[in-house]
T-cell receptor, first 115, second 116 residues
């Protein structure tokens, strides 16, 4: 079955450590996205990529980094510069060919806790 | 200004009744798309329904319909015949096509609780 896989589901880290969240898709989608969700709030865009080896900052990119070396993969690194890293992180993908109506397909998320 | 506003943090509805979840948006683009997602307590985001800015008819998908009022910039989700499994967070989102950014901007969500 096609879909988006995020791993791990839960992640615990000590403050000051960098951590990388994995996101893999087999939907053959060109675009991939990372969102952050805090309790009781909506999703905020961290980074997105519309083509391999290219990505753009979203609304809250500070303290995060990404890479897009393969079409299928879009890992997110939460660096020690991110002041409040504890959150639920969602990866998504979409086609680029449908104009304005292609929905985002989401993974099941990674819940990161930093203490 | 908020691009997507959902003014109802929480809503209750009786099973089998209809419920409307409000969404207003703000954009200067002529071409845009509006989406609704459902997020159960497990966390996954489930796409429900889409409405394009040029669509003349309101979108419908099974028990979900979108009440699109372009002049008022509102895109309310209507769930008919509510079921217990409809209890979840619901998010309204927008894609502004003219900007070229494919990412969606989300509202803060509405928590719907369906009561037996």
């Amino acid at each position: 079955d096609g879909g988006i896989t995020q791993s791990p589901k839960y992640l615990f880290r000590k403050e000051g450590q960098n951590v990388t969240l994995s996101c893999e898709q087999n939907l053959n989608h060109d675009a991939m996205y990372w969102y952050r969700q805090d309790p009781g709030q909506g999703l905020r865009l961290i980074y997105y990529s519309q083509i391999v080896n290219d990505f753009q900052k979203g609304d809250i990119a500070e303290g995060y980094s990404v890479s897009r070396e393969k079409k299928e993969s879009f890992p997110l690194t939460v660096t020690s510069a991110q002041k409040n890293p504890t959150a639920f992180y969602l990866c998504a993908s979409s086609t680029l060919s449908d104009g304005r109506n292609s929905p985002l397909h989401f993974g099941n998320g990674t819940r990161l806790t930093v203490t | 200004a908020q691009k997507i506003t959902q003014t109802q943090p929480g809503m209750f509805v009786q099973e089998k009744e209809a419920v409307t979840l409000d969404c207003t948006y703000d954009t200067s683009d002529q071409s845009y798309g509006l989406f609704w997602y459902k997020q159960p307590s497990s966390g996954e985001m489930i796409f429900l329904i889409y409405q394009g800015s040029y669509d003349e008819q309101n979108a419908t998908e099974g028990r979900y319909s979108l009440n699109f009022q372009k002049a008022r910039k509102s895109a309310n989700l209507v769930i008919s015949a509510s079921q217990l499994g409809d209890s979840a967070m619901y998010f309204c989102a927008m894609r502004e096509v003219d900007t070229g950014r494919r990412a969606l901007t989300f509202g803060s969500g509405t928590r719907l609780q369906v009561q037996p």
